[in-house]
């Protein structure tokens, strides 16, 4: 079986090598949870540590981390059965392992899980303007093309709930982003 593999592979020296096991991780989770939903469980850990290392987001880690993001929200989402008890605990810890900022590929799934998540009303462990902070940020760092419907689809989301939010989380959302955050988002928003 290549699981032994790939779990040898997530704590490899070579970036790539984590990158491409956390794909790997991240395609059985998505199209095969019916068969290795436990075994891709075992290695939220293993996902887990790649994306928390002090050097996860430096230039040679970015795109490993961020595989490594998308395979917790895929496992999250497709092979989630069996652990209801701590799905809580694990998705609070997926996103604030966010934004993904470099990679186009993982990106639209990561967001438009995350805006799932949020319509459905889940808010985890008052993660409320922690989702909404990173959807915001997800139009900020341009890993969404405007040619897709994702970045609309936020865009129109992200509108309805700061219109509809009270003023204090409001102001939780505006003070996570940057000037320059604020000003595209502003610039998105009155588009």
């Not at 928390?52 to 230039?59: F, K, Y």
């Not at 405007?146 to 003023?167: D, G």
Request: glycine share 6%; hydrophobic share 45%.
């Amino acid at each position: 079986m290549f699981f032994p593999l790939l779990e040898k592979c997530l704590s490899h020296a070579s970036p790539a090598l984590r990158q491409a096991a956390s794909y790997g991780v991240g395609l059985c989770a998505q199209y095969g949870a019916s068969l290795y939903g436990p075994k891709v469980r075992a290695l939220l850990p293993n996902l887990f540590a790649i994306a928390q290392h002090p050097e996860a987001r430096s230039e040679d880690n970015q795109f490993a981390s961020e595989n490594a993001i998308s395979a917790i929200g895929k496992i999250c989402q497709f092979a989630g059965s069996g652990m209801e008890a701590e799905m809580d605990n694990v998705l609070s810890a997926w996103i604030n392992l966010l934004p993904i900022t470099g990679d186009e590929e993982e990106a639209p799934f990561v967001y438009m899980y995350v805006l799932r998540l949020f319509k459905s009303g889940w808010t985890g462990h008052n993660m409320s303007s922690r989702m909404i902070s990173v959807l915001a940020k997800a139009i900020c760092c341009d890993v969404l093309e405007e040619s897709k419907n994702e970045k609309t689809a936020i865009v129109e989301a992200l509108r309805e709930i700061l219109n509809t939010c009270s003023a204090e989380l409001k102001g939780e959302v505006w003070s996570s982003l940057d000037a320059g955050e604020r000003v595209v988002i502003q610039k998105e928003l009155s588009a």
